[in-house]
Each structure stands twice: as C-alpha cells, then as structure tokens.
C-alpha cells in the first residue's frame, strides 16, 4: 500500500491561564492509502487533537500548531494551506464522523439538506442532483426508505441511524480519508460491530483510508491494519494489529489489553490501568508512563526514552529495549 498521508513531528499545544497545555508532543506517523490505522489511548492522550489538527479544525488561538510541525499529504503540508484550499480539502479529500451525532447534525435542518449541501458545497452538481446523490448515500448506509428520510430531523432518527447518516454525509462527496472520532461510543455494542461493519464495507468499495480514534482496543481489533497507540501527547508503540494485540511491547499497551475482554483468552480477569496520567501543563522529562508503570527502572523518572525497533514496522518508546537492559534481561 502506498503511503497517503504523513503526520511528521505534530506538536499542540494551547494556551490557558494556567499555562501550555501540550496537548500533542511530537507525534509522527504514516497513514497508507485505502488502509485502516487505528489511533488508541485513553482521554485526554492527543489523539482528537491529532485528528482535529489533520482536518484544520484547531482554532488558534487558544490553539497553537508548533511552527516545526508538517502534515504531508499529496506532496504538500497541509499546514501551510490558505484558507481557500482547506474549504476544497475538508469534505472532498478529507472529512470526519464525530462520536456525538446530534450535537454534529444541525436539529432545524432535513437530513437530506444536510447530506446535500456537502454535494453543493464540493461538487458540479445542482440542487436536484445534489438531492439524488444524498438520497442514494443515504440508501447505502443502510436507511431504510431513504426518499421518506431525507425529509426527516434529526431527533426522528434512532442513535444508530444517527450515526449512518454522520457516516453518509462523510462519505459523500468520496474523500480520500475518513477520520472517524470515536463513532460508536455512544451506541450499545450490536448497534457497534454493525457501524464498524459498515465502515469496512464502504472503505473496502471506495478504496477510503480511515484514521479510526478510540479509546477501545477493542473495536479495532478486526478492522485496523496498524495501530497507533498514544500515552500523554506522544506515541508510545506502533505496528500492526497483531503486533499489538499478540505482542504488545510497551507496558502501557499491555495495561490497555489487561484491561478489555478477549474471546481469543478464554477466561481472563480484567485489570484497569490504576492511576492517572501525567499533567500536561508540566509534563515530566522522563518517560510519562513512569508512575504508573509496574517495570519501571530509575532512568526511566529522568529520562524520555527513544522508538526501539521491535519488528518489522513495530516500534515501542520504552527503556526495556535499550540493548543493555536486554543484555541483562538474557
Ligand atoms: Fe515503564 Fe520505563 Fe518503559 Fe516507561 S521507559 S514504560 S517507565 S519501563
């Protein structure tokens, strides 16, 4: 898979009376084109801010993006884009599903004006076929009778259904990437697995890469071809899904996987990750798992450590893989 968009060195950070809040500290990855990468952490980690920041929706100030930050995509850094090109990148390269529908969807307008007027907004098309286009949208992610719907509010709409129309109003105009931000938090787990199933359906037709965020490891296990896992603002591992689920290397992703249930472990006691993470307004110099870390060392409070390759394309940030904390571990 060729490579579709780089995230090199993304700092954010804003600015409150209390001081910089570093919300994202460093983080770099690569997201491959018709792929799914999954980015998972816990609140608070930097992840939707990672995804805000990838579709210019930072509002600066009280934001700040770090001058030494870049977002590659097509051969150019977003980042420097004019107020003109981001309105013809957001919707037609690259749009987003929010986890909270309605308070995404506007509750005075029709469905099918707000799936349309991305159609108006991107396309060539006029009002009647910018209409056909939501309609058929609407019908492909599942809404039953989808003419009846377009006339419909949002409140007439179950959470599920809610969701398929985020999803249809994303996908209509056929951008390159889906940010999906957390998109079945708020349904319970059937209404879930269907929602994750119709994302893979509609990638794997439109070739779509998607940048699933979440919290839950869980849901992304069938679905994601890399994962990223962030802690404090910064990533801490990163290789495929299996790679992270059958060979976690930093500690924190392996309190993540203690933490969810897994059909593939037969019985299992699940363990939560105690403790908090670290503030972000002062951050620590070594590595930020280290309060909460059972394999902790005395380095690890002074120093942050470096990416240690762990496989192919699998890396961990953690001293455990320094060559001379191997040495002794054999
Ligand atoms: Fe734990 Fe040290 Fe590794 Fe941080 S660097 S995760 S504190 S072992």
Redesign the pocket.
């Known amino acids: 898979m060729s490579k579709l968009l780089e995230v090199e060195n993304l700092r954010v950070s804003y600015h409150s009376y209390a001081g910089e809040v570093q919300a994202v500290r460093g983080v770099s990855f690569t997201a491959d084109e018709g792929g799914t990468l999954a980015v998972v952490g816990e609140s608070g980690c930097g992840k939707s801010v990672t995804a805000r920041s990838i579709m210019g929706l930072i509002q600066t100030p009280p934001g700040e993006i770090k001058a030494d930050s870049h977002i590659w995509y097509k051969g150019k850094d977003i980042l420097d884009y004019t107020e003109k090109e981001w309105r013809a990148y957001r919707g037609a390269e690259c749009s987003i599903i929010f986890q909270d529908a309605l308070a995404a969807l506007n509750p005075t307008m029709k469905i099918g004006r707000q799936i349309a007027e991305n159609v108006l907004l991107h396309g060539s098309a006029d009002r009647k076929q910018a209409w056909t286009e939501a309609e058929n949208m609407l019908g492909m992610v599942g809404i039953p009778e989808p003419g009846k719907r377009m006339h419909q509010y949002p409140h007439e709409f179950s959470g599920g259904m809610r969701q398929r129309v985020m999803i249809a109003a994303a996908l209509v105009c056929g951008p390159k990437i889906v940010i999906a931000d957390e998109p079945t938090t708020a349904l319970d787990v059937t209404i879930q697995a269907d929602i994750i199933q119709l994302l893979k359906k509609l990638q794997s037709e439109r070739n779509t890469t998607v940048l699933l965020i979440t919290h839950d490891l869980g849901i992304v296990a069938d679905m994601a071809d890399k994962i990223i896992v962030m802690y404090a603002g910064e990533v801490v591992e990163e290789g495929t899904a299996s790679d992270i689920f059958y060979h976690p290397g930093?500690?924190?992703t392996k309190a993540l996987l203690k933490a969810v249930p897994r059909l593939d472990m037969g019985e299992q006691e699940l363990t939560p990750v105690e403790g908090a993470p670290p503030d972000s307004i002062h951050p620590p110099e070594g590595?930020p798992?280290?309060e909460r870390?059972e394999?902790?060392?005395c380095l690890?409070g002074h120093r942050n450590?470096p990416a240690y390759t762990l496989g192919r394309g699998h890396r961990a940030s953690?001293?455990?893989y320094h060559p001379m904390a191997q040495s002794r571990r054999e």
Request: aromatic residues 26%; glycine residues 0%; proline residues 13%.
């Open positions: 930093h500690p924190y590595c798992f280290y870390c394999s902790a060392m690890c450590p953690c001293w455990l």
